[in-house]
């Protein structure tokens, strides 16, 4: 054919990618043109596939051109593609056959550079993908651009009429079309990508069908003919809709002929190749002025951009994840790329292996029946060959019995899937990034598309550095792990839990952090102390805190110290300090567990908290019940924290133990043992001194204080008479005076009911492992005058009712037989552990110790923990103490 020849395709469509493929090698172009940004000519040869083809170190996709302002890396936008864009697979035949490659969209200098347009008008689906949360990328630049319209194949221009095949009603200004919508109800199909998949994808290139029996796709007759076809249904649907007079789209058209002006007049007529949006295919096959572009085009804004690749992942290609132009399946048109024959038998196997690896039972014999039955509904339904929904539908059938979970999983997968491209090392990238690269090969930690948990060991070398490295990047902004909840079993401080994974759009959060320092390092200590000079917040400035030590940066951390000392100097609200207070008591826990020397933030918890016990009870006074509810959490959070504080007291802390042996046994943790939370607190440390200063007994007197003043609200004296009991502060009989005195019947039932909500709330289980407490509210229950009950009771059904359905089902058993199976609560037992028994059955104690040293020496036959000499049951081993105290 004579001219140049303009391949218009849809953007990440396998089949125009396999037409691209097949047409370039026919015609043979001596330069290649490309829609996408100009600037990335100086960096498309990382594309190219090293010699030898040795594994990791050329580019694998999906990857991204990315473009963002040099002095602004928040202004930045992505052009992903594929192994099936036909952008890509352009650009790698041009690599492999020394064909010069040039982009000739409108550069992303001017693009990044135009004011965002009207926010009334939608965007076109073609657009770049923006850099994320902060990132821009203007709504009408290239659709794909080496880059991607994935979804919407042609891109549309606005649409004025409402009679449009594939338009959306009229009702704003400038709608757009979706020219793949138009041409699919065109042809009687209510589903562009259905009919997408009966036009191109399960079709020859020639156009004629696939071998239903095999799905072999035979080689055309004319490689040219697909792209003239989709050439003159642009041309229609251009001339009757027309461009809309969007100047943007003006804009980019102008640059793509000029750029092919330039490349015919130094290649000629018929050595020049462009792979564009077929929408344009149109505007660059029309005769336009060269003076008439270069004026449209002149006076346009610039900004100074870089230019580089990223990786980029197939879940962030698909339509769901906020992609305007992406597609549905990524991970289904890439089999079908892939696939070299029968790609509906070769879907099925995998789908088949996938549910295998998840423990499914799955045959043979059900493979040959799925793909039996996908083929039955793909000619029930009229259809060349079956596509996802057919063979989504054989699996759900099949292969999963009927179950939406597995076909979840298999969308999840597969049909999306969680491939994560690689660029080489040459790429270009801010020295940030090339800082966290050299750490991720030192600490093993390969970044990954798919979710993952990571368990770490603090008391581990390694485990402790890939923790800093994360607390890091997080205080850079860089969201690469997010903390998760404690492992189950694990209730130390030397124990994390991470879920990981890697979002294209971390690429510029990186270069977004490039201006804090050359290292990761650098960077956190920087970002930090600008964050503590800034920060007006008293509980920012604490998280600040517990962040830095987390993240172990010793030089960020005496500033962030001293500006916390001056903001707690000057704020004086009661429930800040409260609020900021948890998060200095974490911050000394992990201090000591990481070896980092807390000593000032341990100074400066006491006084926080000092400062929250001496103003609580001011603060108490003449509160509403808003105020009062809010409060009562404030007086749990400072609690909690006290008694940590107490508990970590410098002159008591414990080193950990070491990796690999079991956590000292310091009794049962309060989230295993809901008695454990009523230890009379502070414990003795082993070396027999107590880690308080006498803050707790102060703590605890002020507790007593509000529990006993009658102007203090109902909910917050049931909940300080409470936290009394929990920790054996306050005796059966004090506890049940109160209790009866607030629940009397010359109490307001608001505030009965108020008293009730505060001493009761959190306690089901308590109540159920407690029969000291389910006797005190059981005997208040049983002596409440008759005519008072009817009051009392919707109070009690309120606070009873936040209870589990097992925790009300097991205390109405419990109080029907009465306590401790009808007997009262022994005299003397106010005297042991709160909620046990009175004493120690040093018989029953005894009879578990050969279980216990069973555990501890990891096997039979195995020593205790204490080596050749461990004592023996009763002996003085373990630090002088007796086994059965040990």
Known sequence: MSGPLLLGVRHHGPGSARAVRTALAAYAPRVLLVEG???????VALAKEPAGGAPGEGMRPPVALLAHVRDEPGRAAFWPLAAFSPEWVAIRWALEHDVPVRFIDLPAAHTLALPAEDPGSPGRPSAPEPAGPGGTAPEDTAPHGGVPDAAVAPEGPPVPETDAPGAPPSGGAELRLDPLAALAAAAGYDDPERWWE???????????????????????????????????????????????????????????????????REYGPDGVAVVCGAWHVPALARKAAVTADRRLLRGLPRARVEVTWVPWTHRRLARRSGYGAGIDSPGWYGHLFAAPDRPVERWLTRIAGLLREEGRVVSTAHVIEAVR??????????????????????????????????????RERLVVGDALGRVPEGAPAVPLQRDLARLQRSLRLRPEARERELELDLRRDTDAARSRLLHRLRLLGVEWGVPAGPRTGSTGTFRESWRLRW??????????????????????????????????????????????LLAELPEALPVVMRALADRAALDSDVGRLAQALPALVRALRYGDVRGTDAGALAEVARGLAERVRVGLPPACAGLDAEGAAELRDHVDTAHRAVTLLAREGAEGREAPPPAGDPAPATGRSPRDDPGAGRRPVPQEQPDGRRGDDGLLDR?????????????????????????????????????????????????????????????????????????????????????????????????????FAAYEAGVRRTLGELVRRGPAGGARVAPGAAEGLPGFGPGLDE???DAVLPVLRLLLSGGPGGREPGGPGAAAPGSGGHGGRTGRAA
């Open 198 to 264: 009966d036009a191109v994808e399960h079709r020859a290139a020639g156009g004629a069908p696939a071998s239903g029996g095999t799905g072999e796709r035979p080689v055309p007759a004319d490689p040219f003919a697909p792209f003239a076809a989709l050439g003159e249904a642009m041309a229609a649907l251009r001339e009757r809709h027309g461009d809309g007079g969007h100047r943007r789209d003006l804009l980019r058209e102008a640059h793509m002929r000029l750029r092919l002006h330039e490349a015919r």
């Open 37 to 43: 940004p100009p600037e990335a000519d100086e960096v």
């Open 843 to 845: 018989e029953r104690a």
């Open 699 to 799: 703590w605890h007197g002020t507790l007593r204080t509000l529990a006993a003043r009658d102007r203090v609200p109902g909910l917050i004296r049931g909940r300080c008479a409470r936290l009394l009991l929990d920790d054996g502060r306050l005796p059966d009989d004090e506890a049940a005076r109160l209790m009866g005195h607030a629940l009397s019947p010359g109490t307001p039932p608001a505030d009965a009911a108020a008293w009730a909500e505060g001493f009761l709330a959190g306690g089901g289980m308590l109540l159920v492992h407690d029969e000291r407490l389910l006797a005190l509210v059981d005997a208040w229950l049983a002596g409440v005058p008759q005519e008072a009950f009817t009051d009392v009771l919707p109070l009690l059904r309120r606070t």
């Open 373 to 410: 039955l996908a083929g039955s509904l793909a000619a029930l339904r009229g259809r060349p060959l079956a596509g996802l929904g057919e063979t989504l539908d054989a699996a759900r059938a099949v292969l999963c019995e009927g179950s939406e979970v597995p076909l979840a999983l298999i």
């Open 503 to 548: 979002e294209p759009e971390l690429s510029v959060r990186l270069a977004e952090a490039g201006v804090w320092g050359t290292t990761v390092l650098a960077a956190a200590t920087a970002r930090a102390t600008a964050e503590a000079g800034s920060s007006a917040e008293l509980g920012g400035i604490t998280a600040l805190a517990e962040r830095c």
